[in-house]
Structures are given as C-alpha cells and as structure tokens.
C-alpha cells in the first residue's frame, strides 16, 4: 500500500522555501537598476549661481556692538521727502484697511524731537510733532488736535482719527546706541539665514530683580554688515516695534535706507516709508519742530484723561 502523505507534505513546503532567492532576485534588479527614474532614491541637481548663498563676513559681538553704534553716531539729523503707506488693523482684528499713498516730509533730530507732514495733492492732511515727552496731531480733514504724554497707554478710540504715534516714527528711523548698564544689560549673538542671505543676531536683554527680560534685537546682514532689522519688546515679552530696513542707499551727507517698513502690533497698524530725497545732519531750527493748536480746532486732550 502506498503512503503519499509525506510525499504530498513536502510538494507543499517547497514552493514557500522558494520565496527568498525570489525576494533576493528582486532586491538587487532594485539596486542595480538605481539609475533608471522609476527606482531612483536619491537625485541630485546644482543651485543656479543666482540661488546659492551670498558671501558672509565675520564678525565678532564687540565689533557688532561698536557697528550698531558707529550707525547711531552716524545720523544726528534728517530731513527726508516721502511717500507713507499706511495699513490699519491687522488679521488679529479681523479688518484690515489699506490707505492711499500720501506725500509728505520728515524733520527729525536727535535725542528725541520729530516732525511729520502728510499731504494729498498738496493738501496737508496730517501735520504731527514729538518733543520726545509730550506729542501733538493735527487732523485737519476732521479739525481735531491731539495732545498727549509719550510714555502713556492709549487704546483706540473713535474720536481719535488715527492710531500713529510720531515717537513710533521717530524710534524707527533714528538707530539708538546700545546704552548698556554695567551689571544689567547683556548682549548675546546668534546666527540665522533666510534664503540665500545669512544674519547675525544682536540680543539685548535686561536682568531685573527675579527675571530677564528680551529687550531688543538686531538683525546684521552678514554680506555687507550693515543693519537690515530690529525688534523691541516690552517687560512682558510683547512685540513694541518690528522694523525693517532695505534699499540702502547714498544721499546727501551720507547713506541711509530708502525703504523703512514697520510694524505696531499693540496699536494694531503699519507703516511704509519710501524716501525719494534726504540730507543727512543738516542743521535744524528748534521753531521747525514747533506745532501750535490752529484756532477753532476740537482739542483731544490724552493728558488730562488718563
């Protein structure tokens, strides 16, 4: 009598015993045929010439240090011919309004005084001073004047016709040295890169009694070393300011940005200013920094109601 069970068990095994050299063949037609597209795992290609990173230069943080206030020493006065492009509201607010471009000048001199005019066909449609302790606006479209204290909170309002500030203006476009306090104040440096172009970062941080606190940054563009950003920042870590600077560029008395963009994100607006004309440290009269109530205006007074 014939037995066919193990006969009939091992015509079963065999084929799964196959499977490996099967599997094998199959990995190394994978690797040796690599080069085809259809099983290529890597791919290589060169970034255009116009792509790749730009040169950097190196720089410890003291010769930082002594750039960003080499850069405030170096502009003691402006007086610039401008076009503003100001945006109210933020995706925060959940509105956002783009106003039309406005003509106008800038008288700025330091420590702390400023002047900005708006005009729309030559019409003044802002005129704002800052004698770095109390500022005034003039609105004469809605014949209001403003006044009040540099150093006080204030929210928006409805009768109050625009949220600029000319401290904020002033903080953006005059450079402010770094005034360290001995045992207080310190500086550490990073590094980043955005794209093809690499940064130093300045940070500027405040030692309280329990805390430390991040007080400004300074972005340092490493291909030619000059100042292209800066943050500030309150006690509690909120953004003040975000400024950008671009377009450098040579005018009269020396070289300055011809693009300075930045952000108020507590007063919820930002502003662009294009210079088309500047001169640098010229000599400045006190009575041009001067703004006086015009007759019969409504006088806002933030002073007395904070």
Known sequence: MLRLGPKFDWGIRQPLRSKKPACLL?????????????????????????????PAKTANLEDLARLVNDAAQDVQSLKLTVIYQLTGGSIN??????????????????????RLIGQAFK?????????????????PPKNKFIHGLNNQEIRSRPDIPVNLRPQHIFQALAIQPLDLQ?????????????????????NVVTRGDRSIALQRKIWIDRFDLSLTRQKMFDADGKVLSDIAYSDLRDFDGGRYPGIIDFRRPQEDYSLRIRVS??????????????????????????????
Request: overall charge negative; hydrophobic content about 35%.
């Open 123 to 139: 019409v003044t449609v802002f005129d704002m001073a800052s004698d770095g302790k109390e500022f005034r606006i003039y609105v």
């Open 93 to 114: 607010t959940g509105q956002i309004s783009n106003y039309r471009e406005t003509d106008g000048f800038i008288l700025l001199k330091k420590p702390e005084q400023i």
């Open 277 to 306: 004309k500047g001169t640098i440290n010229d000599s400045l009269r006190p009575e041009q920094f001067v703004l006086e109530q015009p007759p019969g205006t409504e006088l806002i007074d933030l002073a007395r109601s904070s």
């Open 182 to 202: 001995r045992d207080r104040d310190f500086l550490f440096l990073e590094e980043d890169q955005e794209g093809k172009r690499k940064y130093y970062i300045l």
């Open 26 to 54: 199959v990995f190394l037609v994978f690797l040796c045929s690599s080069h085809c597209s259809w099983f290529r795992v890597k791919q290589t290609s060169r970034v255009p010439v116009s792509e790749q990173a730009l």
